[in-house]
């Protein structure tokens, strides 16, 4: 899961064009909430199985309210890792930090059978962060599904493309992502609040996780923002009049001029 700015907050650039993580308001990404949904189905569709739902996010202190909703929401447990040096962190850095925390908590757990990750975060909209860790633990991945079904060991997935549906089956353990389309999430209980409380909340550091610094963070990022431009304000919008019949062709020039046509 990720902790990503509030998109109604006043969202900012560090001094370095990171983003500000730390001076403005954020919470746990809506489109990981349908991955913690998922996890939280899976589970339930095997009852008296002993399966464990770990929630896992990796970002600053604050970040730590993104495990707590997971929790609040149904995870058994949270784990948190939280480094400075991490700030900064490409896909790269942060599928390698996310793939070495998952193989801590596969040697406590004994093993991990299904990793579930939202189709994209809301900040970045990257979608690659499923495929790249699916590589680094050596799993299969079987991404963007809208529909999850599973019986056994066995998981089926519908992945929808433009014009066309895709079915696609997998073998457990695997890496799987889920759009906003897979079922919506469930809101925390007051129940489900109160007891989280009382759950297991985790915190690694880099060298928990056998990491050095030099490892991840902007330093040896592949991709940096190099400049950023304030959003220019809004100004006053055209209004167009259609007293002589020109109203049409005025429109039709304003799009083009716009190359919205």
């Given at each position: 899961m990720k902790y990503v700015p509030?998109?109604?907050?006043?969202?900012?650039?560090?001094?370095?064009?990171?983003?500000?993580?730390v001076g403005v308001d954020g919470l746990l990404s809506e489109l990981d909430e349908y991955a913690v949904e998922q996890a939280l189905q899976f589970r339930e569709k095997r009852e008296g199985e002993d399966i464990t739902v770990t929630a896992l996010t990796v970002g600053p202190e604050k970040a730590v309210d993104a495990a707590r909703k997971a929790l609040q929401m149904g995870a058994d447990q949270a784990v948190h890792?939280?480094?400075?040096?991490?700030?900064?962190?490409?896909?790269?850095?942060?599928?390698?930090?996310?793939?070495?925390?998952?193989?801590?908590?596969?040697?406590?757990?004994?093993?991990?059978d299904l990793v579930v990750c939202g189709m994209a975060?809301?900040?970045?909209?990257?979608?690659?962060?499923?495929?790249?860790?699916?590589?680094r633990l050596g799993l299969p991945q079987v991404t963007l599904a809208s529909v999850v079904e599973s019986q056994g060991d066995q998981v089926r997935?519908?992945?929808?493309?433009?014009?066309?549906?895709?079915?696609?089956?997998?073998t457990l353990p695997i890496v799987l992502s889920v759009t906003d389309q897979s079922g919506e999430a469930r809101y925390p209980s007051f129940?489900?609040?109160?007891?989280?409380?009382?759950?297991?909340?985790?915190?690694?550091?880099?060298?928990?996780?056998?990491?050095?610094?030099?490892?991840?963070?902007?330093?040896?990022?592949?991709?940096q923002v190099e400049d950023t431009t304030a959003r220019p304000p809004r100004t006053a919008g055209e209004i167009v009049t259609d007293e002589d019949g020109s109203g049409a062709t005025a429109l039709v020039d304003f799009l083009a001029s716009k190359k919205f046509i």
């Amino acid at each position: 899961m990720k902790y990503v700015p509030d998109a109604t907050a006043d969202r900012k650039f560090e001094d370095d064009f990171t983003v500000d993580r730390v001076g403005v308001d954020g919470l746990l990404s809506e489109l990981d909430e349908y991955a913690v949904e998922q996890a939280l189905q899976f589970r339930e569709k095997r009852e008296g199985e002993d399966i464990t739902v770990t929630a896992l996010t990796v970002g600053p202190e604050k970040a730590v309210d993104a495990a707590r909703k997971a929790l609040q929401m149904g995870a058994d447990q949270a784990v948190h890792v939280v480094d400075e040096a991490i700030a900064g962190s490409d896909y790269l850095g942060t599928s390698l930090v996310l793939a070495k925390a998952v193989e801590k908590i596969r040697e406590t757990a004994g093993s991990v059978d299904l990793v579930v990750c939202g189709m994209a975060s809301t900040d970045a909209s990257g979608s690659v962060v499923p495929a790249m860790l699916a590589e680094r633990l050596g799993l299969p991945q079987v991404t963007l599904a809208s529909v999850v079904e599973s019986q056994g060991d066995q998981v089926r997935i519908k992945r929808d493309n433009e014009g066309s549906t895709e079915v696609i089956g997998a073998t457990l353990p695997i890496v799987l992502s889920v759009t906003d389309q897979s079922g919506e999430a469930r809101y925390p209980s007051f129940k489900g609040i109160m007891a989280a409380k009382k759950k297991p909340l985790e915190t690694y550091s880099l060298s928990d996780l056998g990491l050095a610094a030099d490892q991840v963070g902007l330093s040896v990022a592949y991709t940096q923002v190099e400049d950023t431009t304030a959003r220019p304000p809004r100004t006053a919008g055209e209004i167009v009049t259609d007293e002589d019949g020109s109203g049409a062709t005025a429109l039709v020039d304003f799009l083009a001029s716009k190359k919205f046509i």
